[in-house]
């Protein structure tokens, strides 16, 4: 089986805060987010809703795309979560 990578967008419950990373392992990843297991951005603004995520087999490719991502308009971060989760839940369960 080929690795995969993820690109992923996590927001708090408020839905006031993006952000964008790139894992091989996003049930990890997110779990540790949710549990606040590395001090990073997300764990400062409360990030553990995974909202958007996108799958590569390529990990250069995974992370030119969350380059690109990270690097749009809030406004287009907004369409890719709403255009692929129009309820904005939380996809963690649907993940593991």
């Known amino acids: 089986m080929d690795k995969q990578y993820y ?3 996590l927001t708090n419950y ?4 993006l ?5 091989n392992n996003l ?4 779990y540790e987010h949710k549990n606040k297991l590395i001090k990073s951005f997300s764990q400062k603004y409360n990030l553990n809703k995974l909202v958007y ?3 590569y087999n390529d990990i250069e490719q995974a992370i030119i795309r969350e380059k690109q ?7 287009k971060k907004l369409d890719l979560i709403n255009k692929f989760n129009e309820e904005w839940l939380d996809l963690y369960e649907k993940i593991c």
């Open 19 to 23: 952000y964008t990373g790139v894992t």
């Open 27 to 30: 049930g990890k990843r997110i």
């Open 53 to 55: 995520y996108e799958i």
């Open 14 to 17: 408020d839905e006031t805060v």
């Open 7 to 9: 690109v992923y967008i």
């Open 69 to 75: 991502i990270k690097g749009g308009s809030r406004v």
